[in-house]
């Protein structure tokens, strides 16, 4: 297998920002511990003490018809200025510097017409007020359905192939920039829902941003099979760093988009077509680095002082699917990635990354080059790139993937 970037050097960990978009979450194959249970007795106190440190005061609370619950939560007092190296962290509610090319428009001189809806089910009863962010709650069944209460929110899959992994489980297609700078524009990224066949498998699409080559991560955290949109960092090769707001450290700016909840509009195959721009970029004079999804939300940032390579610059940006497939009965299970549909049927049936951009050592906005690939398994799941674009996925089980 060829190494993503330099020359067949083996996986490193180290420093990274992983971000990782539009996941399929099924549920977990971990039961819920009984409560009545001695252990569970034992660690009820630490339960308790988790969710509180979890779980800010909220100024309004609503409910999502799929189960969620949302707490607005006073700006000032999201689970990011928890963190040490943040205590004394001035937020920054907008970039000091934008790439040029990237776009943004104040919502405030947007009209209803014009701006772009980015829809999620808890929509359907509020929103949360300005000067707080929307946080989906962290319940007592989260916490035990992770192997400890310390390790609730933390890794549990690589999502980057390397030496480690069991290929015979864990599939991978992956398409990767080296040399990329600055800043990511990963355009139109169509929203599909794969179905799953077992509650222990997963299938996702996703971008990450490397300071060097390194492994990536994933972890059940939901119990549906919503796509949901979450977000995974780490500093120091994965020892620390979680999902969304779960550990302290990434900033929230934006008071309408809840991290790790799902949204209400998908793509139909051959139909009509949901699609969202995402945008990741590095604030130069601050050294932050920026969440924008379309040009009217700016979801947050990761400040530079989490990171050491990455306060320079990225070295590699990656885009791909991943799937786990459990091999039931010595059978490829029918897990779908995408659309389902392999990368040869093209437009509105295949899934797909479009527009690639990437800024290169001399600032100057292009799609993405020196690109690599790595397709684990062809005949399950397949792809297609061309200059600025990859057509991705493919139905697992079939008569070309037994």
């Not at 209803?112 to 000067?131: A, D, F, M």
């Not at 509105?348 to 690599?372: M, W, Y």
């Amino acid at each position: 297998m060829a190494p993503l970037c330099g020359s067949g050097r083996r996986w490193k960990r180290a420093v990274k920002l992983t971000l990782c978009l539009f996941f399929l979450i099924p549920m977990s194959s971990v039961g819920i511990r009984n409560p009545n249970t001695i252990f569970d007795k034992k660690q009820k106190l630490e339960v308790q003490k988790q969710l509180k440190r979890l779980n800010k005061p909220a100024l309004k609370t609503m409910k999502s018809p799929n189960r969620d619950i949302i707490d607005c939560v006073d700006i000032k007092n999201q689970p990011a200025f928890d963190h040490p190296l943040l205590k004394n962290h001035t937020i920054q509610m907008r970039p000091s510097f934008y790439p040029e090319g990237l776009l943004f428009k104040e919502s405030n001189n947007v009209s209803s017409n014009s701006k772009p809806k980015i829809t999620q089910p808890w929509h359907l009863n509020g929103r949360c007020p300005e000067g707080t962010i929307p946080i989906r709650r962290t319940k007592e069944e989260d916490l035990l359905r992770a192997s400890s209460v310390a390790n609730y929110g933390r890794k549990k899959y690589d999502i980057i192939p390397n030496d480690d992994i069991d290929y015979s489980t864990h599939e991978f297609l992956v398409c990767s920039a080296c040399r990329a700078r600055r800043y990511v524009l990963w355009n139109e990224c169509r929203q599909w829902n794969p179905q799953v066949q077992e509650q222990n498998e997963f299938s996702l699409a996703q971008f990450w941003i490397s300071g060097v080559d390194n492994n990536g991560v994933y972890y059940h955290l939901f119990q549906d099979y919503s796509t949901r949109l979450f977000t995974f960092w780490t500093n120091n090769g994965y020892q620390s760093g979680c999902y969304n707001l779960e550990c302290p450290g990434f900033v929230q700016t934006d008071n309408q988009i809840a991290l790790g909840t799902s949204f209400t509009a998908y793509s139909d195959y051959g139909g009509a077509q949901s699609s969202l721009n995402y945008f990741v970029f590095k604030d130069n004079v601050h050294g932050h680095w920026w969440l924008q999804l379309a040009d009217t939300y700016l979801v947050g940032y990761w400040p530079s002082s989490l990171f050491s390579v990455l306060s320079n610059s990225a070295t590699r940006v990656s885009w791909g699917g991943e799937v786990i497939n459990k091999n039931i009965g010595g059978q490829h299970t029918t897990t779908q990635m995408g659309s389902g549909h392999l990368a040869e049927e093209g437009p509105t049936r295949a899934s797909h990354f479009q527009n690639l951009k990437v800024i290169d050592d001399e600032l100057v906005l292009r799609g993405p080059r020196d690109n690599h690939e790595i397709v684990t398994h062809p005949n399950c799941y397949n792809l297609l790139k061309g200059d600025d674009f990859i057509y991705y996925g493919g139905p697992g089980r079939s008569l070309n993937c037994p």
